[in-house]
T-cell receptor, first 114, second 112 residues
Framework: GDSVTQMEGPVTLSEEAFLTINCTYT??????LFWYVQYPGEGLQLLLK?????DKGSNKGFEATYRKETTSFHLEKGSVQVSDSAVYFC?????????????FGKGTKLSVKP | DGGITQSPKYLFRKEGQNVTLSCEQN?????MYWYRQDPGQGLRLIYY???????QKGDIAEGYSVSREKKESFPLTVTSAQKNPTAFYLC???????????FGSGTQLSVL
């Protein structure tokens, strides 16, 4: 079945460092891809999405490009801040499949030090 | 303000007790979901409902029950059959193509 694999964390960076969180997926169709963010003690929020190959999603300085040839959707940010400390989840939508639900990766915890 | 509300924020369960977690949304969404989050495990789907009076088991439904009598409400009961209930429980809702989920702020359930 469809699945999402994220790099394991935790990831610890200094403020203003470059961030990459890797995400690859397995899907039989043409899924939409998402990054969600969870701040401490809260639910998840949609950070960005891409609905077809070569689309780039972006929000709050974060970017991710839907790469069909490598089945990847890596999250990047050029200069992280302490306020970016959170858990990041990659997800795909198998809408049109048996459940029509989102499939989440296990999450990657990011800690940014001042 | 439109949103999704979970209560309580913290809940404690005694041995052999059933407890119910509340989830209410005023976003007029048809679909609602319950996820369980354990450290390092990501989110696992417990139950979901695509429409009122209908719901389906997710990946880890054993020991849980739900109802969907109203569009706005999707309560989750953690029964005594759930032997390891300590976790963070997240409720979500979605409209349209079900691609953007709106999450509540979660309930942390612990066993006394």
């Amino acid at each position: 079945g469809d699945s999402v694999t994220q790099m394991e964390g935790p990831v610890t960076l200094s403020e203003e460092a470059f961030l990459t969180i890797n995400c690859t997926y397995t899907a039989t169709g043409y899924p939409s891809l998402f990054w969600y963010v969870q701040y401490p003690g809260e639910g998840l929020q949609l950070l960005l999405k891409a609905t077809k190959a070569d689309d780039k999603g972006s929000n709050k300085g974060f970017e991710a490009t839907y790469r069909k040839e490598t089945t990847s959707f890596h999250l990047e940010k050029g200069s992280v801040q302490v306020s970016d400390s959170a858990v990041y989840f990659c997800a795909l939508s198998d809408y049109g499949g048996s459940q029509g639900n989102l499939i989440f990766g296990k999450g990657t915890k990011l800690s940014v030090k001042p | 303000d439109g949103g999704i509300t979970q209560s309580p924020k913290y809940l404690f369960r005694k041995e052999g007790q059933n407890v119910t977690l509340s989830c209410e949304q005023n976003l007029n969404h048809d679909a609602m979901y319950w996820y369980r989050q354990d450290p390092g495990q990501g989110l696992r789907l417990i139950y979901y409902s695509q429409i009122v009076n209908d719901f389906q088991k997710g990946d880890i439904a054993e020991g849980y029950s739900v109802s969907r009598e109203k569009k706005e409400s999707f309560p989750l009961t953690v029964t005594s059959a759930q032997k390891n209930p300590t976790a963070f429980y997240l409720c979500a809702s979605a409209g349209g193509r079900r691609e953007k989920l709106f999450f509540g702020s979660g309930t942390q359930l612990s066993v006394l």
